[in-house]
Nanobody, 120 residues
Framework: QVQLVESGGGLVQPGGSLRLSCVASGFTFSTYVMNWYRQAPGKERELVAA???????NYADSVKGRFVISRDNSKNTVYLQMNSLKPEDTAVYYC??????????????WGQGTQVTVSS
């Protein structure tokens, strides 16, 4: 079955770094756009970073220049390198796999999330 398993979250001081990983299984990873979302308490889930099958990337304005998304298709893994972390980056981070079908429907999978807390 489809699985997305995130890891790498934790507690870090402001200005610190973390690298999140998401290992996928049960689907053809290389054919999916991979995304990282986050959801802070009391807020809506927001898209943080995306990487296409051609490795084009997009970032939320709030993380541009600080976060880097990458993928390793040989390992079915997507990464999120987070640098210069701020308290406002505190959230549960979710891995998402997305593929549009010709008939207009979508294959859309989610991981269980990993907590990132930025605090001194």
């Amino acid at each position: 079955q489809v699985q997305l398993v995130e890891s790498g979250g934790g507690l870090v001081q402001p200005g610190g770094s973390l690298r999140l990983s998401c290992v996928a299984s049960g689907f053809t990873f290389s054919t999916y756009v991979m995304n990282w979302y986050r959801q802070a308490p009391g807020k809506e889930r927001e898209l943080v970073a995306a990487i296409t099958i051609g490795r084009s990337t997009n970032y939320a304005d709030s993380v541009k220049g600080r976060f880097v998304i990458s993928r390793d298709n040989s390992k079915n893994t997507v990464y999120l390198q987070m640098n210069s972390l701020k308290p406002e980056d505190t959230a549960v981070y979710y891995c998402n796999a997305l593929r549009a079908r010709i008939d207009g429907t979508r294959d859309n999978y989610w991981g269980q999330g990993t907590q990132v807390t930025v605090s001194s």
